[in-house]
């Protein structure tokens, strides 16, 4: 990031078509567990004596907002989907803003959506991007139901692995 700044290279973008129908309020609030549960998505990086240093921001709160394409023709609908998600993937990361998680909501239809999740290299990869997705729709499907959140609590965050993996 240094090197090359706003660069794309290291972005991760998974986008998902969703069947049925969506409980926003239980999507937004698995969201935002997802921030809570995992430090590093709103970890700041900053530099200190040349190197990059991980300092945890405060919760913040991650508003879904919900982009209406029903009314426009299928193609057009779907190359407007495809362009969004090129931009998902190409859009450069704040490291000084402490939110390594980006989310687009499309409706498509009434019970048919497209959903986009970016994140950066520096706090995922394809493997703890699939945690994310199937955190997502555990916590959504308790949400959704009115259940309380049935994941357990984190013995550990990602920069208690990293240190470990650097000793």
Same mark, same amino acid.
């Given at each position: ?50 190197? %990059?240093?991980?300092?945890?921001? %405060? ?12 009314? $426009? ?37 009434? *019970? ?12 995922? *990869?394809?493997?703890? $991007? ?19 959140? %049935? ?17």
């Amino acid at each position: 990031e240094q090197l090359e700044p706003g660069g794309a290279v290291y972005n991760i973008c998974r986008a998902s078509r969703l069947s049925g129908k969506l409980n926003l309020s239980a999507l937004e609030s698995s969201l935002n567990e997802i921030v809570r549960r995992h430090e590093v998505l709103r970890s700041v990086i900053r530099v200190s004596d040349g190197q %990059p240093v991980q300092v945890i921001a %405060p919760l913040y709160e991650l508003r879904l907002s919900v982009v209406d394409l029903q009314a $426009m023709a299928d193609v057009q609908r779907e190359s407007q989907i495809r362009q969004r998600i090129q931009q998902a993937a190409e859009a450069p990361f704040d490291f000084a803003s402490g939110k390594f998680l980006r989310v687009e909501l499309f409706r498509i239809a009434e *019970d048919e959506h497209v959903l986009i999740l970016a994140t950066h290299h520096i706090v995922s *990869d394809a493997w703890s $991007m699939g945690i994310l997705t199937r955190e997502l729709w555990a916590l959504y499907e308790a949400y959704a139901a009115d259940r309380p959140s %049935p994941l357990h609590e984190l013995s550990l965050q990602y920069a208690d692995f990293a240190i470990w993996q650097r000793n």
